[in-house]
């Protein structure tokens, strides 16, 4: 196979275990969020996942990270990127097509994504 395949390079990072997953929580609620809430939304992840995963979609471009180490303990904050905002759409469509052919949730079909507490 060719590894120089598109799909294949977009897949090694947006394949990562909660890669989308995370994608997906920082997309709701406020536009910023701290690590503690994302890990508070994201129960089954551990701490340590969900630091590396948030590292590695930085370094792709997909999230940012602003640190404030005026106060104790330092605040950090994640947000996405507009390169990530876009993702959003196809993240969507992922989810469409799940609810077509998949899944029978009829109420995850009616839900914003953004406004989800599902």
């Known amino acids: 196979m060719d590894h120089q395949c598109t799909v294949y390079k977009t897949m090694d990072y ?16 406020e ?7 994302i ?10 996942v969900l630091s590396e995963r ?9 999230v940012e990270n602003r640190v404030d180490a005026t106060c104790i303990p330092v605040k950090s904050e ?10 959003l759409d ?5 989810k469409m097509w799940a609810l077509k052919w998949k899944i029978d949730n009829p109420e995850c079909g009616m839900q914003n994504c ?3 507490t599902l």
């Open 14 to 29: 947006l394949s990562r275990k909660w890669a989308i997953l995370i994608i997906h929580e920082l997309s709701k609620g």
């Open 90 to 94: 196809i993240i969507h469509s992922l």
């Open 114 to 116: 953004r406004l989800c």
């Open 31 to 37: 536009e910023w969020k701290r690590f503690s809430e």
């Open 39 to 48: 890990k508070a939304s994201m129960k089954d992840v551990t701490a340590k």
């Open 54 to 62: 948030l590292k590695e979609l930085e370094e792709e471009g997909l």
């Open 78 to 87: 994640y947000r996405l990127t507009p390169m990530a905002l876009e993702l």
